[in-house]
T-cell receptor, first 109, second 113 residues
Framework: GQQVMQIPQYQHVQEGEDFTTYCNSS?????IQWYKQRPGGHPVFLIQ?????EVKKQKRLTFQFGEAKKNSSLHITATQTTDVGTYFC?????????FGAGTTVTVRA | GAVVSQHPSRVICKSGTSVKIECRSL??????MFWYRQFPKQSLMLMAT?????????EQGVEKDKFLINHASLTLSTLTVTSAHPEDSSFYIC?????????FGPGTRLTVL
């Protein structure tokens, strides 16, 4: 499957601050998906990006797909304790997902 | 959204025994389901694609004789871990797509003693 690199692996954030997690591929992606996995839980679909340069927002979450469709980012503003978990990007190929390593987010109150 | 269930949620077994995990799509039909494995603090790795009415497709490095997959109906896929060993201890998660979204089951945590 397509290899997707994701950084940082861990993100310790002060409540109220912003952070970004990045996803990169050496090949052009047809689309990229983002998932959130809470501790002890299963991945939950957040969004899919398909178009070059696409930007989508979900409340405090902003997702971007690069112009070359080789990278993507998730930016969270005003982090809350409910944002704790691991965020994965995943490249989809015929519905088969290749996951990035994930960014595990912890929040300091 | 669509719902995918898994059973059991947790299983502890002795080394050498076989364990069957069920994955069900509760409110939609899934001709294709996917099985992933997740080791602690690691990402999800696709093991195989389960195809209704035909043989599963396994990813490179996954032993088909050890991880038996059966997809006998449009709502059920099963994964049997045969002759389980401690290194098979992991979190096994299935998924199915509904539209453009993938829906994951709650996962099965397998511990092999």
């Amino acid at each position: 499957g397509q290899q997707v690199m994701q950084i940082p692996q861990y993100q310790h954030v002060q409540e109220g601050e912003d952070f970004t997690t990045y996803c990169n591929s050496s090949t052009t992606l047809s689309n990229i998906q983002w998932y959130k996995q809470r501790p002890g839980g299963h991945p939950v679909f957040l969004i899919q990006l398909v178009k070059s340069g696409e930007v989508k927002k979900q409340k405090r979450l902003t997702f971007q797909f690069g112009e070359a469709k080789k990278n993507s980012s998730l930016h969270i503003t005003a982090t809350q304790t409910t944002d704790v978990g691991t965020y994965f990007c995943a490249a989809s190929n015929d519905y088969k997902l290749s996951f990035g390593a994930g960014t595990t987010v912890t929040v300091r109150a | 959204g669509a719902v995918v269930s898994q059973h059991p949620s947790r299983v502890i077994c002795k080394s050498g025994t076989s364990v069957k995990i069920e994955c069900r799509s509760l409110d939609f039909q899934a001709t294709t389901m996917f099985w992933y494995r997740q080791f602690p603090k690691q990402s999800l790795m696709l093991m195989a694609t389960s195809n209704e009415g035909s043989k599963a497709t396994y990813e490179q490095g996954v032993e088909k004789d050890k991880f038996l997959i059966n997809h006998a109906s449009l709502t059920l896929s099963t994964l049997t871990v045969t002759s389980a060993h401690p290194e098979d201890s992991s979190f096994y998660i299935c998924s199915a797509n509904w539209g453009s979204e993938q829906f994951f089951g709650p996962g099965t945590r397998l511990t092999v003693l």
